[in-house]
């Protein structure tokens, strides 16, 4: 997915918040988490919907 590396970026600083003791930054990336994958799933499935059908090619046998 194109947008992976957003969910690791989230992943990477709710992780770093936990280390060094900040539990409110760690639990707003916890929920940046949520939302982040929410808006990327309705954002692939409406490229998916607006993608022509495609092609699909026989050999013949």
């Given at each position: 997915m194109?947008?992976?590396?957003?969910m690791n970026v989230l992943n990477d600083l709710r992780a770093y918040a936990l280390r060094n003791g900040l539990p409110a930054?760690?639990?707003?990336?916890?929920?940046?988490?949520?939302?982040?994958?929410?808006?990327?799933?309705?954002l692939e499935e409406q490229s998916a919907s607006t993608r022509p059908p495609q092609a699909v090619c026989y050999t013949g046998h």
């Amino acid at each position: 997915m194109p947008h992976d590396w957003l969910m690791n970026v989230l992943n990477d600083l709710r992780a770093y918040a936990l280390r060094n003791g900040l539990p409110a930054i760690a639990n707003q990336m916890g929920e940046a988490r949520i939302v982040a994958a929410a808006e990327l799933a309705a954002l692939e499935e409406q490229s998916a919907s607006t993608r022509p059908p495609q092609a699909v090619c026989y050999t013949g046998h």
